[in-house]
């Protein structure tokens, strides 16, 4: 089976940075997925990592260890409009994404 | 804009009543996915479609019927549902199934509520 884990909820100030973890357990890794979702919206893609290390993308990067089950998404220069639930997604070879919980980050003034 | 529209954006409905969500991309994307979101889960994988061919029903009651006429259109028929099936539809779409490193893109959803 897959299982994947990530806090329910984060708070932080705005101009801060924050990192928001996922582990997982899988077989098959291919690949893992960050989402951005904003209440009553759909989910929009942010960041994609299938080797260890860091992927950065502006404000946002996205870490990945293989062997440890493990990735965190990092948000720098915190905005209000940061706010929202953030999705981690695995995916396996030959079958499809499996979401996590969602964390909801607040980002407070 | 995400090129995937679902309507409607808010149902209301009794449990005897049968209903359609509707989902349609413009992204020329081959797969397109039915997702259930309900408070505090994860995401729940309903149906798959690629290149309009079922692939994976996750064994989801058959009161929740899918169709899939082509590519750029995806249906979800709702029949005799049951309160707890009071969610967030969210239909996305893929280049192709299970294809490794692209992303699948998600409508706005469709907000059920069933009285």
């Known amino acids: 089976g897959q299982n994947i884990d990530q806090p329910t909820e984060m708070t932080a100030t705005e101009g801060a940075i924050v990192q928001i973890n996922c582990t997982y357990q899988?077989?098959?890794?291919?690949?893992l997925f960050w989402y951005q979702q904003h209440a009553g919206e759909a989910p929009t893609f942010l960041s994609y990592?299938?080797?260890?290390g860091l992927e950065e993308k502006g404000r946002f990067s996205s870490f990945l260890s293989r062997s440890k089950g493990y990735s965190y998404l990092l948000l720098k220069e915190l905005q209000m409009k940061d706010s929202a639930s953030y999705l981690c997604?695995?995916?396996?070879?030959?079958?499809?994404?499996?979401f996590g919980p969602g964390t909801r980050l607040s980002v407070l003034p | 804009e995400t090129g995937v529209t679902q309507t409607p954006r808010h149902l209301v409905m009794g449990m005897t009543n049968k209903k359609s969500l509707k989902c349609e991309q413009h992204?020329?994307?081959?797969?397109m996915y039915w997702y259930k979101q309900s408070a505090k889960k994860p995401l729940e994988l309903m149906f798959v479609?690629?290149?309009?061919?079922?692939?994976e029903n996750n064994s989801v009651p058959s009161r929740f019927s899918p169709e899939c006429p082509n590519s750029s259109h995806l249906f979800l028929h709702l029949h005799t549902l049951q309160p707890e099936d009071s969610a967030l539809y969210l239909c996305?779409?893929?280049?192709?199934?299970?294809?490794?490193?692209?992303?699948?893109?998600f409508g706005d959803g469709t907000r059920l509520s069933i009285l």
């Open positions: 899988t077989s098959g890794f291919n690949g």
């Open positions: 990592n299938v080797l260890d």
């Open positions: 992204l020329g994307h081959n797969a």
């Open positions: 479609y690629n290149f309009k061919e079922q692939t």
């Open positions: 997604a695995v995916k396996n070879y030959g079958q499809n994404f499996v």
């Open positions: 996305a779409s893929s280049q192709v199934y299970v294809s490794s490193n692209q992303p699948q893109h």
